[in-house]
C-alpha cells in the first residue's frame, strides 16, 4: 500500500535527462530545417500550380509588339522553347523579375517575348522600356485581353512554350538560372 509521504517522495525524484551533444543539436536543426523546408516547397509548388497560367484552347500567337512589329509565337517556339512574360509596369514584382527577364533576352540563347499587361499606352510603354534600359520585346496588352485568355491570376508569369505548345506555367520571383533550366529541360524532352 502507498501512503501519501511516498507519492511526495516520488514526485520529488527527478530523473535526470541525459544533454543533447553538440552534434545531436545540430542534426536536430538540419532535420528542423529540411521537415519546414519541404513543407514550404511542397505548398509553394501547389500555389505556384494553381496560380499558373492556362492556355487557351485557341490561344492568339500571332502578336504585335509595342512598335508595330509582328510577333508570331508559334514559329518563334518551333527552333527553341520560347519565354512568354506577363507583366505590368505598374507591378512592383515585376521591378525584380523584368531584370533577370532582360538579362535572358540578351543573352539571345532562347526566345522571349514580354507582354506588359495593362501598362498604358504604346508611348508609355517605350518610355517605361528606355527608363529602364529594357530591351525584350514587349506586346501592350493594353487591355488585358491577351492574360485573360490565358486565364492569369497573377504578376509576374512565364510560359514557356515549345512547337506552340505550352510546355510550362510558372509565377512569382525566379532567378535567370531556374528560367534558363526550364528552358533547357524544354528543348530536351
Do not use: H
Amino acid at each position: 500500500m502507498t501512503t501519501d509521504t511516498d507519492k511526495s517522495t516520488e514526485s520529488n525524484q527527478t530523473i535526470a535527462k541525459p544533454k543533447k551533444t553538440t552534434q545531436q543539436k545540430v542534426l536536430s536543426v538540419v532535420k528542423m530545417v529540411l521537415i519546414y523546408g519541404l513543407i514550404f516547397a511542397v505548398i509553394y509548388t501547389a500555389v505556384n500550380w494553381w496560380r499558373q497560367p492556362i492556355m487557351p484552347a485557341n490561344p492568339q500567337l500571332q502578336l504585335t509588339d509595342y512598335q508595330g512589329q509582328s510577333v508570331d509565337l508559334a514559329a518563334l517556339s518551333q527552333d527553341k522553347p520560347t519565354l512568354v512574360y506577363f507583366w505590368g509596369t505598374w507591378c512592383p514584382v515585376c521591378r525584380v523579375t523584368s531584370p533577370t527577364i532582360d538579362k535572358l533576352a540578351a543573352a539571345n540563347d532562347y526566345p522571349v517575348v514580354t507582354i506588359a499587361i495593362k501598362s498604358g499606352s504604346n508611348q508609355e510603354l517605350r518610355r517605361y522600356l528606355g527608363e529602364n534600359n529594357y530591351r525584350f520585346t514587349a506586346v501592350n496588352d493594353q487591355e488585358g485581353e491577351i492574360f485573360a485568355d490565358w486565364q492569369g491570376q497573377v504578376t509576374p508569369s512565364y510560359v514557356v512554350l515549345k512547337d506552340g505548345e505550352m510546355m510550362q506555367g510558372l509565377t512569382g520571383i525566379q532567378p535567370l538560372w531556374s528560367l534558363r533550366l526550364r528552358l533547357w529541360l524544354s528543348e530536351i524532352f
